[in-house]
């Protein structure tokens, strides 16, 4: 199941996190959540990221942080 | 594939921040165009991005937060509201909104996160969690 869990807490800050998205569409997906929200100041992709596409893992897209 | 962001509130939608108010029982004081703070300015902290001295004070709408003495003022600048608001312990802002009005940019983000996503077909759950308010999206 796709999920975004959006914790937003007492101090103002928005932390998102998704899961179950196959592919980059997870970035994709929440792009409308941080257009809205304001500006992104922090993206790290944790291992899931890294799946298999077409028999071939893809590591171009690995960040992990800033 | 999944990932971690954080993201810092800006306060785009007007409407929204009007259901923040409701949220946290505050009033929303439509084309109010001064504030109350202190009055002077002392420098004890940075102003506002784009926020020049003499615009403290003013303001193109403002929240009247109940048991405080001082109040919000809301400013456009560019795309975005910005809030000016005195923290000095005695107009009692703080209390309420928590620091650098936290409380209040998550009851906004909250609001606008609910409008937003429901426009996309999201479900949406809220609970309290330990340092704030989770919404559960899915799809």
Known sequence: ?66 | MSHISKVEVEIQSLDDLKKACQRLGLTFQEGQTSYKWYGRWVGDAPLPEGVKQEDLGKCAHAIHVPGADYEVGIVKTSNKYQLLWDSWSAGKLEKVLGKDAGLLKQAYAIERVKRESKLKGYRIQEKRIDNGIRLIMTL
């Open chain 1, 1 to 66: 199941m796709k999920k975004i869990i959006i914790d937003l807490l007492d101090n103002g800050e928005v932390h998102i996190e998704t899961t179950g998205f196959q592919g980059p569409t997870c970035v994709e997906e929440t792009q409308f959540l941080k257009d809205f929200l304001g500006r992104e100041t922090f993206k790290r992709l944790i291992p899931a990221y890294f799946v298999r596409v077409k028999n071939k893992i893809i590591k171009k897209y690995l960040q992990l942080c800033g």
